[in-house]
């Protein structure tokens, strides 16, 4: 089966490359003192803070190595190809921040589409892989879309798109 392109956002990618930075050069020093630490309770052999030092060890080196290879392989959206139709309004595409009017309520919600890898529905960023994001890809300001989702259907206008950051 082929890998599916993985596409991040200028932000995304520095997040990445920031978390990276991070338990490089701070988390590892600091599992590693741990370790040198946890041996003053004893030998390695049964000793629990020991283990629990290497469990955090094994995770902390895993997920520099899942981070490693997901920058070497991550192509990074490139804010300035925006596309625009007749009337200039700008598409959604992966990386826009979108406003949207829920028709049903009124309410408005505004989102990011961002890839999986950086999806924080806590900060409003969605996966492009979400209903939600599915139904906005292509469309322009003004649209109205309708989103399926498993609680039933959602009717968004699109109130404004920004350009990716």
């Known amino acids: ?13 520095r997040r990445l490359r920031e978390e990276l930075d991070f338990l490089r050069l701070v988390k590892r020093k600091e599992v590693t003192q741990r370790i040198r630490e ?3 309770f004893g030998d390695a052999w049964e000793n629990p803070e ?4 290497k469990a955090e060890q094994a995770f902390v080196e895993g997920r520099i190595a899942e981070l490693e290879k997901t920058l070497k392989t991550a192509k990074v959206l490139d804010p ?5 139709d007749a009337r200039q309004r700008l598409q959604v595409r992966l990386g826009s921040r979108v406003r949207l009017r829920d028709l049903g309520s ?3 919600e505004s989102y990011v589409i961002v890839s999986s890898a950086e999806a924080d529905p806590g900060e409003h960023r969605i996966s492009i892989r979400s209903p939600v994001a599915q139904a906005l890809l292509g469309h322009y300001t003004g649209d109205e879309v ?7 259907t959602l009717q968004y206008r699109i109130e ?3 350009e990716p950051q």
């Open 146 to 152: 309708t989103v399926e989702v498993p609680a039933g």
């Open 1 to 13: 089966m082929l890998e599916e392109e993985l596409v991040l956002t200028p932000e995304g990618a």
């Open 38 to 40: 946890s041996l003053d």
């Open 160 to 162: 404004a798109v920004e």
């Open 50 to 53: 020991y283990e629990a030092a």
């Open 80 to 84: 300035r190809q925006g596309r625009v």
């Open 106 to 108: 009124g309410q408005e």
